[in-house]
């Protein structure tokens, strides 16, 4: 697979961004996927959202890794020109190149 990484793309406020991999989930054919994560991630949010940022920051790093393995492209435009997508300054997740399986 490859892709390219526009790195001169800010990375929009959440609201934005939930629209934003809503339609690429859409595009992807995972859209029920993708929403049933995001509700699961906002009832969360709003029942934790009291403790401390740690907490909160591995709870959208678990996010980002579970829109990852529903669909990559839900969260490649996420990344920097090294494959790392940051919350909060924070490297959470990285995007690696993993070659196909040959037989």
């Given at each position: 697979?490859s892709?390219?990484?526009?790195?001169?793309?800010?990375?929009?406020?959440e609201h934005?961004?939930k629209?934003k991999v809503?339609?690429?989930?859409q595009?992807?054919?995972?859209?029920a996927?993708?929403?049933?994560?995001y509700?699961k991630?906002?009832?969360n949010?709003?029942?934790?959202?009291?403790?401390?940022?740690?907490?909160?920051?591995?709870?959208a790093?678990?996010?980002?890794?579970?829109?990852?393995?529903?669909?990559?492209?839900l969260?490649?435009?996420?990344?920097?020109e090294?494959?790392?997508?940051h919350?909060?300054?924070?490297v959470?997740?990285?995007?690696?190149d993993v070659p196909e399986?040959?037989?």
């Amino acid at each position: 697979m490859s892709f390219i990484i526009n790195q001169k793309t800010k990375i929009p406020p959440e609201h934005e961004t939930k629209i934003k991999v809503l339609s690429l989930a859409q595009v992807h054919g995972c859209f029920a996927e993708a929403k049933m994560l995001y509700d699961k991630y906002e009832d969360n949010y709003k029942r934790y959202y009291q403790f401390d940022d740690n907490a909160r920051l591995q709870m959208a790093a678990a996010f980002i890794k579970q829109l990852s393995e529903i669909n990559i492209n839900l969260v490649l435009w996420l990344a920097d020109e090294r494959g790392n997508i940051h919350v909060n300054n924070e490297v959470v997740f990285t995007v690696v190149d993993v070659p196909e399986k040959s037989n």
